[in-house]
């Protein structure tokens, strides 16, 4: 990978108005909803499947509630799944000469961030709801903590994330935006921003701060709002909280276009002409490289708290991506809406929960059909009384002497009989909609041999590799993020490296960015350069699982009997 770092003069672009900042957030409040279905599909899978409605329906008619959850196993198996086949990065010099002895010693230095950063913890979070709901987050930034790791890899909830939904490429390197929405603690947006402490400190419960940006104006002050806690924008959402004396932060990111010059050297590197570093101008004048002007895109950020500006500058990073890494898991044809393997599993869970109330309650349900005061107590005693399986009721002679008169109780068991065979089917419906098999879960299911259970789990497998595919794109994405941070982190500086060596190969140490002199032109130059070496950060995944390495053993083992005695 090549780090775009602009150079001290390059156009940055302009910072964000209020006015670009309103159509943002407008356009995202018209984006097609989904975030309610997927909060709704989450729930399911974290069993949370009656609703309050539906439980006061089913105590006013005496049915008990019933819930066999079927969906959270399900989604436990597959990121089960993730977690056995989880990999490590590799880097590989992409056809760089030389480039062997730098690929190794990032592959050190990647491995470190990626255990000290908690890089696998969050893709694993973000796993779960890319399976479940179609969509998961995960931040890949410096430590803000200056005595831990000096990188953060963290899952990011959906509902703090919103993107610009027209972009096509799936790590969005077309989207022309994408915010964050957190509140946080007053006293620690001060600490942030030191230097917007009057505009943070006036929203306080006396006088709740607020505006809005609508056609033809912009916010002139604080007091603009004096009379409302509301949001700016028309989708009324407070941005402060008196209960918890919080303010809503948008960390906003979006791109800028702009015309600029770039130089071509031979070897495909391309990196931004700057025309007052004395080596770009020796390169274009012995004809190493050539000029280009074209059109690229400048990552930027913001921070807005309404309609208030706190900070607004291009990126921190090197590379030309936002912070933010989507992981994917189907998405609608027509809308972009994502979605996950809960949709199509929730009308036969909501069919199962009702069919276990129902065949629950009609096993325990008791119907009478008797002649008025034919029983010798109050309606209300009798139906306690008849509810019970040692009920003794006492019929009152004289309305039973009469012309017609009867008392019979029945039940329903045939009808019981067909709720549970609509049970069964709720069951089947759900492993039908679902790639999870019996054998992926460790039940007992239809095979009848290992093989016939090994079929079935690999036909598993196939049905989840395209989630596996988008899983395995945003790890790669990750990962090239946390090398970016590495490569700027370690610059010019020489450093040196230990490579720990294993029983085949001996430990060796790697010099990186050494100073060195050409003896024949007596120019000095870097050996073993990270910033100019091109490298590729997860082209060659590592398995890393238990079940890996102990195949590996049995393979071993497997050649070392078959070896002669000598």
């Given at each position: 990978m090549q780090l775009f770092k602009p150079h001290a003069g390059a156009d940055l672009g302009e910072p964000m108005t209020p006015r670009e900042f309103a159509d943002i957030i407008d356009e995202a409040i018209d984006q097609p909803p989904w975030r309610a279905a997927a909060d709704k599909e989450a729930d399911y899978v974290d069993g949370n499947q009656l609703d309050s409605s539906l439980l006061q329906r089913l105590k006013a008619i005496g049915i008990p509630p019933a819930k066999e959850n079927i969906i959270g196993p399900a989604i436990a198996a597959v990121c089960g799944y993730e977690a056995k086949t989880r990999t490590d990065w590799r880097i590989t010099p992409d056809g760089d000469p030389g480039g062997q002895d730098v690929a190794d010693a990032l592959n050190f230095r990647i491995n470190q961030a990626e255990r000290h950063s908690g890089a696998d913890t969050a893709m694993s979070a973000a796993f779960r709801p890319q399976v479940s709901v179609g969509i998961g987050w995960v931040e890949v930034a410096r430590s803000s903590d200056p005595f831990g790791s000096p990188h953060r890899c963290r899952a990011v909830h959906r509902n703090e994330i919103f993107w610009d939904m027209r972009a096509k490429e799936k790590d969005l390197s077309d989207a022309m935006w994408l915010f964050r929405e957190r509140f946080i603690k007053r006293s620690r947006a001060v600490a942030a921003f030191p230097d917007q402490r009057e505009i943070i400190t006036q929203a306080d419960s006396a006088s709740g701060i607020g505006g809005y940006v609508v056609e033809g104006g912009v916010s002139t002050g604080l007091q603009s709002g004096m009379d409302t806690d509301r949001a700016w924008t028309s989708r009324e959402q407070a941005w402060y909280r008196r209960e918890s004396d919080e303010v809503c932060i948008i960390e906003l990111w979006y791109r800028r276009w702009v015309n600029t010059i770039i130089m071509r050297l031979k070897g495909g590197r391309v990196v931004e002409f700057d025309a007052s570093n004395p080596k770009?101008?020796?390169?274009?004048?012995?004809?190493?490289?050539?000029?280009?002007?074209?059109?690229?895109?400048?990552?930027?950020?913001?921070?807005?708290?309404?309609?208030?500006?706190?900070?607004?500058?291009?990126?921190?990073?090197?590379?030309?991506?936002?912070?933010?890494?989507?992981?994917?898991?189907?998405?609608?044809?027509?809308?972009?809406?994502?979605?996950?393997?809960?949709?199509?599993?929730?009308?036969?869970?909501?069919?199962?929960?009702?069919?276990?109330?129902?065949?629950?309650?009609?096993?325990?349900?008791?119907?009478?059909?008797?002649?008025?005061?034919?029983?010798?107590?109050?309606?209300?005693?009798?139906?306690?009384?008849?509810?019970?399986?040692?009920?003794?009721?006492?019929?009152?002679?004289?309305?039973?002497?009469?012309?017609?008169?009867?008392?019979?109780?029945?039940?329903?068991?045939?009808?019981?009989?067909?709720?549970?065979?609509?049970?069964?089917?709720?069951?089947?419906?759900?492993?039908?909609?679902?790639?999870?098999?019996?054998?992926?879960?460790?039940?007992?299911?239809?095979?009848?041999?290992?093989?016939?259970?090994?079929?079935?789990?690999?036909?598993?497998?196939?049905?989840?590799?395209?989630?596996?595919?988008?899983?395995?794109?945003?790890?790669?994405?990750?990962?090239?993020?946390?090398?970016?941070?590495?490569?700027?982190?370690?610059?010019?500086?020489?450093?040196?490296?230990?490579?720990?060596?294993?029983?085949?190969?001996?430990?060796?140490?790697?010099?990186?960015?050494?100073?060195?002199?050409?003896?024949?032109?007596?120019?000095?130059?870097?050996?073993?350069?990270?910033?100019?070496?091109?490298?590729?950060?997860?082209?060659?995944?590592?398995?890393?699982?238990?079940?890996?390495?102990?195949?590996?053993?049995?393979?071993?083992?497997?050649?070392?009997?078959?070896?002669?005695?000598?």
């Open positions: 770009h101008q020796a390169a274009v004048a012995s004809g190493i490289g050539t000029l280009e002007r074209t059109t690229v895109a400048r990552v930027r950020r913001s921070y807005w708290m309404g309609p208030h500006c706190l900070h607004d500058g291009p990126t921190p990073y090197p590379h030309r991506h936002f912070p933010y890494v989507p992981f994917w898991g189907y998405v609608e044809d027509m809308t972009g809406i994502p979605f996950g393997l809960v949709r199509d599993m929730l009308f036969p869970q909501d069919n199962l929960n009702s069919t276990i109330a129902k065949l629950r309650w009609g096993m325990a349900a008791t119907r009478t059909e008797r002649t008025k005061g034919a029983v010798a107590m109050s309606d209300e005693q009798f139906r306690r009384q008849i509810a019970r399986p040692d009920a003794d009721v006492i019929l009152d002679p004289d309305a039973m002497a009469m012309p017609g008169a009867r008392f019979e109780v029945k039940r329903d068991f045939q009808l019981n009989s067909q709720q549970f065979q609509l049970m069964a089917d709720s069951r089947a419906a759900l492993e039908r909609v679902s790639p999870v098999t019996p054998a992926m879960q460790g039940r007992t299911g239809t095979a009848t041999s290992g093989v016939q259970e090994q079929t079935q789990l690999e036909q598993s497998q196939v049905t989840m590799a395209d989630l596996m595919d988008n899983f395995k794109d945003g790890r790669t994405q990750v990962g090239e993020l946390l090398m970016a941070l590495i490569i700027e982190d370690m610059g010019n500086e020489e450093q040196v490296i230990v490579i720990e060596g294993d029983t085949l190969n001996p430990p060796r140490t790697v010099v990186l960015n050494k100073p060195e002199v050409d003896p024949d032109t007596g120019i000095p130059y870097l050996s073993n350069d990270v910033q100019r070496t091109r490298i590729k950060v997860a082209l060659e995944d590592v398995p890393s699982s238990s079940s890996f390495r102990a195949q590996q053993l049995n393979a071993l083992s497997e050649a070392v009997k078959a070896a002669p005695p000598e």
